[in-house]
C-alpha cells in the first residue's frame, strides 16, 4: 500500500476528509519497533537511539510548543487547524501514519515516542514534490527497505538501493515548511541549495551523518564509509563548537584613558552549508557579545554600531522590547504583557535572525501562525562574513592592560521563553560558539 503526503494544504491548514483518511492508512504494527531493527543494526541504533531523531516528539520543548501552544490553537483558530496533524506528520510520523491524532503526551509512553524512526527513513521510497516540504514523503512499509547501497545482503528482510535517501530532497520532506498564510518557515534544504555546496555536490548527509568505519549491521561487513546515524546538528554543542570563525581587530594597540578605540569583529560561516541559525529560525539565538575587560577584571559590555537597514531594531538586543504575545492568547492567559523579546541577552548584543511576525503585525515563536518573515534576515549565510563594528572610549579608571574579547553563543529558544515554560535549562541556556579577543595596552 502507498500513501502519498504532503501538499501544502496538508500540514497547517484547516483539515480535509483526504487528509483523515490518509492519516488511518496504516497501524502501528505495520511499523517494526526500532529495538527490532536494533538487533541486528546495533551500531546504528545507538546513535539513533541518543539523538534528535528518536526525541523529535518526546523532547521537552516540543511536547511543551504541540500541547500548550500548537493543538489548542489548532482547536480554537480555524486558519490552523491542520497544525493538529500537520505537527506529528513529522516529530511522530508513526502516530499520523496511524491516525493517532492527537498522539497522547510522552509521558503516556505510545509509539509516538518513537520519533523518526528506522522504520519512517527506511521505508521512504520518495516525494510528491520536486521540491519537497511539508512532510511530502512517499512511505511503503514492508518486507523490502531502501538503504543507499547496492551490495547490501540483509538477512532479516529485503532492500532496495534508493538514490532518493542520499539525496538532499530526502531530508527537504520535513525539513522544509510552508505556514498556511503562505510563509516559509522553515526553509534549510532551500538555504542550501541556493549555496555553493549544492554546487559542489555537497549534501545534508555528508555533514549530519559524517562517515566512517563501522558495520551496519551484526552480520555484515566492515566497511570504511559507513554513514554514521549521530545526526548532529544545533542541538549538539560539539557541532556547533567553531561552526562561525571570529576575527578581531583594533584599529590601534596602545591607547591612553578617554582615547577612542574601534574595534571591528569579523564572522565567517564556512562550516554550515545553509544559514545559521537555521530551521526553526523564529525561535533560535544566535548572538554576538563584546567586551572590553581591564586589569582588575573590570568589564564593559560594547554595544554594536547600528548600520541602518531596515528591520535592524530586531537585531539589536533590547531589555525593553516584549514580544511573543501570542502565548497569552492561545493559552488564556488575562492581562499577558508579553515576555522579553531577547531574553537575558545583553543590551546592545548583536542578533544574527530572522525574526517571525504573526497576522497581527507581532513577532512570534509560533511558526504555524506566521504571516510574514520578510521584514529582515540577517542570519549568516553559507561562506558569508558578517562584519560588525565597535567604538569604544577608554574609561579614565580602567587598568591595563585592556582584553577585548568577542563571544558568539547560540541557544535553542530565548531565555525569557524558556524560563516562561519552565524548560529545562539546558534547552534554553547559551552554548559558546566560537570566541576570539584581543589586547589593548594603555599608556
Same mark, same amino acid.
Given at each position: 500500500?502507498?500513501?502519498?503526503?504532503?501538499?501544502?494544504?496538508?500540514?497547517l491548514?484547516?483539515?480535509?476528509?483526504?487528509?483523515?483518511?490518509?492519516?488511518?492508512?496504516?497501524k502501528?504494527?505495520?511499523?517494526?519497533?526500532?529495538?527490532?531493527?536494533?538487533?541486528?543494526?546495533?551500531e546504528?541504533?545507538?546513535?539513533?537511539?541518543?539523538?534528535?531523531?528518536?526525541?523529535?516528539y518526546?523532547?521537552?520543548?516540543?511536547?511543551?510548543?504541540?500541547?500548550?501552544?500548537?493543538l489548542?490553537?489548532?482547536?480554537?483558530?480555524?486558519k490552523?487547524?491542520?497544525?493538529?496533524?500537520?505537527c #506529528?506528520?513529522?516529530?511522530?510520523?508513526l502516530?499520523?501514519?496511524?491516525?493517532?491524532?492527537?498522539?497522547?503526551?510522552?509521558? %503516556?509512553?505510545?509509539r509516538?515516542?518513537?520519533?523518526?524512526?528506522?522504520?519512517?527513513?527506511?521505508? #521512504?521510497?520518495?516525494?510528491?514534490?520536486k521540491?519537497?516540504?511539508?512532510?511530502?514523503?512517499?512511505?511503503?512499509?514492508?518486507?523490502?527497505?531502501v538503504?543507499?547501497?547496492?551490495?547490501?545482503?540483509?538477512?532479516?528482510?529485503?532492500?532496495?538501493?534508493?538514490?532518493? #535517501?542520499?539525496s538532499?530532497?530526502?531530508?527537504?520532506?520535513?525539513?522544509?515548511?510552508?505556514?498556511?498564510?503562505?510563509?516559509?518557515?522553515?526553509?534549510?534544504?532551500?538555504?542550501?541549495?541556493?549555496?555553493?555546496?549544492?554546487? %559542489?555536490?555537497?549534501?545534508?548527509?555528508?555533514c549530519?551523518m559524517?562517515?566512517?568505519?563501522?558495520?551496519?549491521?551484526?552480520m555484515?561487513?566492515?566497511?570504511?564509509?559507513?554513514?554514521?546515524?549521530?545526526?548532529?546538528?544545533?542541538?549538539?554543542?560539539?557541532?556547533?563548537?567553531?561552526?562561525?570563525?571570529?576575527?578581531?581587530?583594533?584599529?590601534?594597540?596602545?591607547?591612553?584613558?578617554?582615547?577612542?578605540?574601534?574595534?571591528?569583529?569579523?564572522?565567517?560561516?564556512?562550516?554550515?552549508?545553509?544559514?545559521?541559525?537555521?530551521?526553526?529560525a523564529?525561535?533560535?539565538?544566535?548572538?554576538?557579545?563584546?567586551?572590553? #575587560?581591564?586589569?582588575?577584571?573590570?568589564?564593559?559590555?560594547?554595544?554594536?554600531n547600528?548600520?541602518?537597514?531596515?528591520?535592524?531594531?530586531?537585531?539589536?538586543?533590547?531589555?525593553?522590547?516584549?514580544?511573543?504575545?501570542?502565548?497569552?492568547?492561545?493559552?488564556?492567559?488575562?492581562?499577558?504583557?508579553?515576555?522579553?523579546?531577547?531574553?537575558?541577552?545583553?543590551?546592545?548584543?548583536?542578533?544574527f535572525?530572522?525574526?517571525?511576525?504573526?497576522?497581527?503585525?507581532?513577532?512570534?515563536?509560533?511558526?504555524?501562525?506566521?504571516?510574514?518573515?520578510?521584514?529582515?534576515?540577517?542570519r549568516?549565510?553559507?561562506?558569508?562574513?558578517?562584519? %560588525?563594528?565597535?567604538?569604544?572610549?577608554?574609561?579614565?579608571?580602567?587598568?591595563?592592560?585592556?582584553?577585548?574579547?568577542?563571544?558568539?553563543?547560540?541557544?535553542?529558544?530565548?531565555?525569557?521563553?524558556?524560563?516562561?515554560?519552565?524548560?529545562?535549562?539546558? %534547552?534554553y541556556?547559551?552554548?559558546?560558539?566560537?570566541?576570539s579577543?584581543?589586547?589593548?595596552?594603555?599608556?
Amino acid at each position: 500500500m502507498r500513501i502519498l503526503l504532503g501538499l501544502l494544504t496538508l500540514c497547517l491548514v484547516a483539515a480535509s476528509p483526504s487528509l483523515a483518511a490518509e492519516m488511518g492508512s496504516f497501524k502501528y504494527h505495520d511499523f517494526k519497533k526500532p529495538q527490532k531493527c536494533g538487533s541486528c543494526h546495533k551500531e546504528i541504533y545507538q546513535e539513533w537511539k541518543a539523538n534528535m531523531m528518536a526525541k523529535a516528539y518526546t523532547h521537552t520543548w516540543d511536547q511543551v510548543e504541540y500541547f500548550k501552544l500548537a493543538l489548542p490553537h489548532a482547536m480554537k483558530e480555524p486558519k490552523v487547524a491542520g497544525v493538529k496533524a500537520g505537527c #506529528i506528520g513529522c516529530h511522530a510520523p508513526l502516530a499520523f501514519l496511524a491516525g493517532d491524532i492527537p498522539p497522547k503526551p510522552a509521558s %503516556e509512553g505510545t509509539r509516538a515516542n518513537e520519533g523518526v524512526s528506522c522504520e519512517i527513513c527506511h521505508n #521512504i521510497t520518495g516525494t510528491t514534490e520536486k521540491e519537497p516540504f511539508n512532510f511530502s514523503y512517499v512511505i511503503e512499509p514492508g518486507k523490502t527497505k531502501v538503504g543507499p547501497r547496492k551490495d547490501a545482503k540483509p538477512v532479516s528482510h529485503k532492500v532496495t538501493p534508493s538514490e532518493f #535517501i542520499k539525496s538532499a530532497e530526502f531530508c527537504a520532506t520535513c525539513h522544509d515548511e510552508a505556514s498556511p498564510y503562505g510563509a516559509w518557515v522553515k526553509a534549510t534544504y532551500r538555504e542550501w541549495k541556493a549555496s555553493p555546496y549544492a554546487k %559542489e555536490g555537497v549534501v545534508c548527509q555528508d555533514c549530519h551523518m559524517y562517515r566512517a568505519p563501522g558495520k551496519a549491521a551484526t552480520m555484515g561487513p566492515e566497511r570504511a564509509d559507513m554513514a554514521h546515524h549521530a545526526f548532529q546538528g544545533s542541538h549538539s554543542p560539539a557541532k556547533l563548537a567553531g561552526a562561525v570563525d571570529i576575527a578581531l581587530y583594533a584599529n590601534k594597540d596602545k591607547a591612553a584613558p578617554g582615547e577612542t578605540v574601534k574595534i571591528r569583529a569579523e564572522l565567517f560561516n564556512g562550516k554550515v552549508g545553509h544559514m545559521i541559525p537555521s530551521g526553526s529560525a523564529e525561535e533560535r539565538m544566535l548572538w554576538l557579545e563584546v567586551w572590553a #575587560i581591564d586589569a582588575n577584571g573590570k568589564s564593559w559590555h560594547l554595544p554594536v554600531n547600528k548600520k541602518g537597514f531596515k528591520g535592524e531594531e530586531y537585531t539589536i538586543a533590547d531589555p525593553n522590547a516584549y514580544a511573543y504575545f501570542a502565548i497569552g492568547e492561545i493559552m488564556e492567559i488575562k492581562d499577558f504583557k508579553g515576555l522579553k523579546r531577547d531574553g537575558d541577552v545583553p543590551a546592545g548584543a548583536r542578533i544574527f535572525r530572522k525574526p517571525f511576525f504573526d497576522p497581527k503585525g507581532r513577532m512570534t515563536v509560533c511558526q504555524w501562525y506566521t504571516a510574514n518573515n520578510e521584514l529582515v534576515d540577517y542570519r549568516i549565510g553559507p561562506r558569508e562574513t558578517k562584519v %560588525e563594528t565597535y567604538t569604544f572610549k577608554i574609561p579614565a579608571e580602567a587598568k591595563g592592560p585592556i582584553t577585548i574579547k568577542a563571544n558568539l553563543y547560540y541557544s535553542q529558544v530565548p531565555s525569557s521563553v524558556g524560563k516562561f515554560f519552565d524548560l529545562p535549562e539546558d %534547552e534554553y541556556a547559551p552554548i559558546l560558539v566560537n570566541s576570539s579577543q584581543i589586547t589593548i595596552n594603555l599608556d
